[in-house]
């Protein structure tokens, strides 16, 4: 940590305070006060950036084993980006590359997401999902997502008729489909909370509207200097950090002295918009119902998904952007209606009325090869003690309890824990 940082600030020594009393003093202090000198520093065990769902199940999983954890969010709550802005679908882990870190852990993850919703009471709803084929042209395509599946470990997958399609969905018109029968949907604000409150009872210290600014490497792990609501800056000593920053992933790792076009880090967002049908056509569908996935895997198609209330949206198409915005486009409504009427034909522009939108932390750059989530130690970079979460696009909310416990192994592997 460079000492120009903290040219007027006030040095106080907090030597074996534990982490959370410093952080209310730094909150309760009228002036600018600096937890910091070269010699004596506050140290914690391990910190994380970032409290979406991952971040929040990676602290859930370091809890509790005697370490002390600190999760930074620079929101003044958990989940107010991508983990609060997508389809809630708990996927069954079909459309990823077999042995990917994408399917292992959606597989994994789906099965603990049902088991942990069903323990701590986190509403959900196994609906099923059905993956259409329009026309008869499109069919091969999703016979070779369901051998996909099949060899991911997706469970229940099945291929059914026109008319078993019929059966499940009156309204939905298609040549043949693949059900995923164990595809559900759940409330992730719920889930969000509940994660965040066992991390929070297991000792770990959440500090919110606090943005990490800069990360140095230091003899004992990472000196890290954050800011609060103010414009002053404190830091502390961590001997681990997880970088699960979602769409920031690229400019912490950067922080820490990586060159993120080199290691393939850089984060390219992509921008799904969603549309709400109105009314009774809102009702047309009984579970989830997708199109075969788009070339390249930018997104799966626009899709019609369900909410817990009941509700069902179109969306999210995907669009490559160059800036975080979150309004929806009331034109795309053509786009959408296009899409949505191959499988639900007898929709018009009427139904249709702008919802919201999410925004993928894709590191597959525009036209390029689909890539798989980065989760990595990075000790051979000679950053001992980093462990960087990139990537963490779909299906990063079913997978979020199986990627806390794999970072958790990290750490273990480590000695970090
Ligand atoms: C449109 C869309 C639909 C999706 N649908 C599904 C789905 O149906 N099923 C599924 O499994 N997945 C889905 N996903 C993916 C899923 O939402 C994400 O994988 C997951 O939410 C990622 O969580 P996260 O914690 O990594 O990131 P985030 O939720 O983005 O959390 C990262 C946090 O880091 C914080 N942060 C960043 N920089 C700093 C800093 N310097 N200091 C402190 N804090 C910082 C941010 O404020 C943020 O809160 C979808 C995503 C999108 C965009």
């Known amino acids: 940590m460079r ?12 030597l074996g305070k534990p982490a959370k009393d410093l952080f209310v003093s730094v909150l309760l202090f009228p002036r600018p006060i600096c937890c910091y000198t070269p010699e004596v520093m506050l140290e914690v065990d391990i910190t994380i950036v970032g409290a979406g769902v991952v971040g929040l199940a990676v602290a859930h999983a370091a809890s509790g084993t005697g370490k002390t954890v600190v999760l ?65 042209e499109e069919e091969p395509s999703i016979e070779g997502l369901y051998r996909q599946g099949v060899e991911n470990g997706a469970c229940g997958l099945k291929m059914i008729s026109r008319s078993e399609l019929k059966l499940r969905e009156p309204q939905v018109s298609g040549t043949c489909a693949l059900l995923s029968p164990d595809t559900g949907i759940i409330d992730s604000h719920q889930l969000i909370r509940r994660i965040e409150a066992l991390a929070l009872s297991k000792g770990c210290t959440l500090l919110y509207n606090t943005r990490l600014t800069s990360l140095e490497p230091s003899p004992k792990g990472f000196v890290c200097a954050v800011t609060g609501l103010g414009p002053e800056h404190y ?3 961590t001997r681990a950090l997880i970088n699960a920053a979602g769409l920031h992933a690229d400019a912490i790792a950067s922080l820490a002295g990586i060159d993120i076009a080199e290691a393939g880090y850089r984060i390219f967002p992509v921008k799904g918009q969603y549309f709400r049908i109105r009314g009774r056509k809102g009702r047309a569908v009984n579970g989830l119902v997708y ?33 975080i915005c979150y309004d929806v486009d009331p034109g795309r409504a053509t786009d959408f209606l296009k899409s949505a009427r ?12 702008p919802d919201m939108a999410g925004i993928r932390p894709k590191i597959q750059p525009p036209g390029g ?34 990627i806390g416990s794999l970072v958790k192994s990290l750490l273990l592997d480590a000695c970090l824990l």
Do not use: W
């Not at 000492?3 to 907090?14: D, G, I, T």
């Not at 191959?342 to 009325?353: A, S, V």
């Not at 090869?369 to 963490?392: C, K, M, P, Q």
């Open 235 to 237: 830091a502390f000593c």
């Open 72 to 136: 930074l969010e620079k929101e003044p709550g958990p989940g107010r980006e991508t983990s609060s802005r997508n389809s809630e679908v708990i996927h069954a882990g079909i459309y990823y590359p077999r042995d990917s870190l994408k399917a292992h852990l959606c597989v994994e993850g789906s099965a603990r997401l049902y088991d942990f919703c069903t323990e701590h009471r986190v509403p959900f709803q196994r609906i099923g999902k059905v993956i259409v084929a329009a026309t008869r």
């Open 3 to 14: 000492s120009e940082v903290f040219p007027y600030y006030y040095r106080v020594l907090l």
């Open 369 to 402: 090869d689909v890539r798989d989530f980065v989760i990595r130690h990075e000790h051979d970079r000679g950053l001992f003690g980093l462990i960087n979460l990139i990537g963490i696009e779909s299906p990063g909310l079913t997978s979020c309890l199986a």
């Open 291 to 323: 199109p075969g996935p788009e070339k390249g895997l930018t997104g799966l198609g626009i899709h019609v998904t369900k909410d817990l209330s009941g509700s069902v949206r179109l969306g999210p198409d995907a669009r490559y952007v160059t800036e």
């Open 342 to 353: 191959r499988l639900l034909p007898f929709l018009t522009e009427d139904d249709l009325m």
